[in-house]
């Protein structure tokens, strides 16, 4: 059975039990700042785990992309991948515990569903501890369904307990399923290999979590006002399960990657190779995403970066010869295009940034490889922050990397001591900033982000309004106002003011997400962007975007989105000097 077929008998099955089919979301979430990525299906729905009714109902399931790092480690075993698909069904407030478990238990065994052999699966619980009791209803659901009670495991909150590690929002106990592949010749069955062992015999394949807390920042744990049902379900996992696959490489989803791979590579080796496929095919759907993410060297980007970058030192070190990026990605799009239409739709981008990424990074990989040699034997394999902060200026390398090299070499990095350097650089370079641009931020409080921001606003009503020979000519924040020159030949009217105010606060109504991306200050131009600074034509830029109300390039920060602004009103608006005025104006809220 293949990907596609699973997922169909998936969704089917969902709705055989009145479950609406919901559609994938970006990568990049909107409704959830505490993470960079979507790494599961649940991100998009914290407002309704949280109590909010969702417009299709109270059963929903549908397949999710995801991207997850924190396992970027495993990733070279059979089943560990960075980005992912999971097939996802909920309850928000409906049924719980027994329904959710009786159902992923016929969707896995029954023949008409997956027809997995029942011996074959065990499951974990939640032992329980301070902040909840040990899981015996799930465990008796499944000793109900003929689940013997060897094949049940009780474990802690790190094994058995899902929601976001160290972070605020809906969470709970969770119940996994685990099948046994017997895939792999190991000494673990002498001393305890079961369910949660990395061996690769036993594979995690399906997660039902009962989310009924909500963790709150001061790290308690909060009974939600409903019961909530989150489950997912690993595609690529299953796919190899369903297909007796010895890993999730050889299915449909990467064999033409990791083909590919083996025609062209000197050395063989197994696990460099999935690094490769598993990291391109990762940063394939990240640059198609609509979200427009572009590698750099902050959150979104710097996480792509990172993928991409990795994916080429392996590359290099299996005597991959020439670039490479683009013909793979033209392979995850042949693969998923037809399913995953962005793919289709933004390829020519995702194409184009692979080729500049690999380009930058072709240029120094070599030379600073070299680099790493020479400071890892003069330092003994202990390499200080400076040493990785060289790495990382002069020759690209994600800390990230600098310290795999060493890893690999049984050496280490001092990280902690990486990170003050990068920050004293950072700072240096926000002073200079400061110096070139006249509006250099002065702090970064939520007020003066939000009047920066708000700032946006102001000059696209002005031009709408007024006429598009308003630029700026100056601009000033304090946490309490913003002040902004520009060039305007008259006293605006008292109307001319009102409509102002009206647009922005229109725009603010709306609640439009602000977003940010990278690129040369020439195409940023190119896609009519403002910039009234002087900048060199190929420096990279950043572009904050508010929907079709406003494209800047700015330094930012800004707010993640205009709702967070309050209502906006004019001060006053008077002459600065000929041809220029000069707007007060303040966010009340
Ligand atoms: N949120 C859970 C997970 O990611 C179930 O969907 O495993």
């Not at 960075?82 to 016929?106: P, R, V």
């Not at 896609?527 to 390039?553: H, M, N, P, Q, R």
Request: proline residues 3%; contains cysteine.
């Amino acid at each position: 059975m293949n990907a596609k077929e699973i997922t169909a008998k998936y969704l089917k099955f969902y709705e055989s039990k009145q479950h609406a089919t919901i559609s994938s979301v970006s990568l990049i979430p909107e409704n959830d700042p505490t993470v960079l990525f979507t790494t599961a299906g649940m991100h998009p729905l914290v407002p309704f785990l949280l109590g909010q009714p969702h417009p299709r109902g109270k059963k929903l399931a549908n397949v999710q992309k995801c991207l997850r790092t924190d396992d970027i480690d495993e990733v070279g075993d059979g089943c560990h991948h960075t980005f992912f698909f999971m097939l996802g069904n909920w309850s928000l407030g409906d049924y719980f515990k027994k329904e959710a478990i009786e159902m992923s238990w016929e969707f896995l065994t029954s023949p008409k569903w997956l027809g997995m052999p029942k011996e074959k699966i065990a499951v974990t619980c939640f032992g329980g501890d301070k902040d909840a009791p040990k899981d015996e209803e799930s465990a008796k659901v499944w000793v109900s369904l003929g689940v013997p009670k060897e094949c049940i495991f009780f474990n802690g909150k790190k094994d058995n307990w899902w929601g976001p590690a160290g972070q605020t929002g809906p969470c709970g106990p969770d119940t996994e399923m685990f099948y046994y592949t017997g895939r792999q010749d190991c000494a673990c069955d002498q001393h305890g290999c079961g369910p949660g062992c990395h061996c690769g015999k036993w594979v995690e394949i399906w997660n039902d979590v009962f989310m009924e807390y909500n963790k709150t920042k001061d790290g308690k744990f909060e009974k939600l006002k409903q019961q909530n049902v989150d489950t997912g379900m690993g595609l690529e996992r299953v796919a190899a399960v369903m297909q007796n696959a010895p890993s999730d490489y050889e299915t449909e989803l990467f064999k033409p990657l990791t083909d590919w791979l083996k025609k062209n590579v000197k050395r063989q080796d197994v696990k460099s190779m999935r690094i490769i496929a598993d990291h391109l095919r990762a940063a394939v759907f990240v640059l198609a995403d609509d979200k427009g993410v572009a590698p750099s060297n902050v959150e979104h980007g710097y996480i792509l970066r990172r993928l991409i970058r990795r994916a080429i030192r392996h590359a290099h070190g299996l005597g991959v010869e020439g670039r490479f990026c683009k013909k793979l990605a033209e392979i995850v799009v042949k693969i998923y295009g037809d399913e995953w239409l962005e793919l289709k739709r933004n390829q020519a981008f995702v194409y184009s940034e692979l080729e500049k990424e690999e380009q930058r990074f072709a240029e120094t990989l070599e030379r600073g490889l070299h680099e790493f040699e020479k400071i890892f034997a003069q330092a003994n394999g202990k390499l200080s922050g400076e040493h990785a902060f060289l790495l990382y200026q002069s020759y690209g390398f994600p800390l990230e990397m600098t310290v795999e090299l060493a890893k690999e070499k049984k050496g280490s990095v001092d990280e902690k001591a990486f990170a003050a350097a990068l920050e004293k650089h950072q700072e240096l370079s926000r002073e200079s900033c400061k110096q070139k641009f006249s509006s250099g931020l002065a702090d970064y409080s939520e007020k003066t982000v939000a009047l920066h921001t708000a700032t946006h606003l102001l000059q696209a009503a002005l031009r709408q309004v007024v006429g598009t020979h308003v630029q700026q000519k100056g601009s000033n924040i304090t946490p309490e106002r913003l002040r902004f020159d520009f060039t305007h030949g008259e006293k605006m009217t008292a109307e001319q003011i009102k409509k102002v105010e009206e647009l922005a606060n229109k725009w603010i109504a709306e609640g439009i997400a602000v977003n940010r991306k990278e690129e040369s200050l020439a195409e940023a131009q190119k896609e009519g962007a403002l910039a009234f600074f002087a900048a060199k034509y190929d420096e990279k830029v950043s572009v904050y975007t508010i929907g079709s109300a406003s494209k800047e390039v700015c330094t930012g920060p800004h707010v993640d989105n205009t709702s967070r602004l309050g209502k906006f009103k004019i001060l006053k608006e008077e002459a600065v000097s000929a041809g220029v005025r000069r707007i007060k104006a303040v966010l009340e809220h």
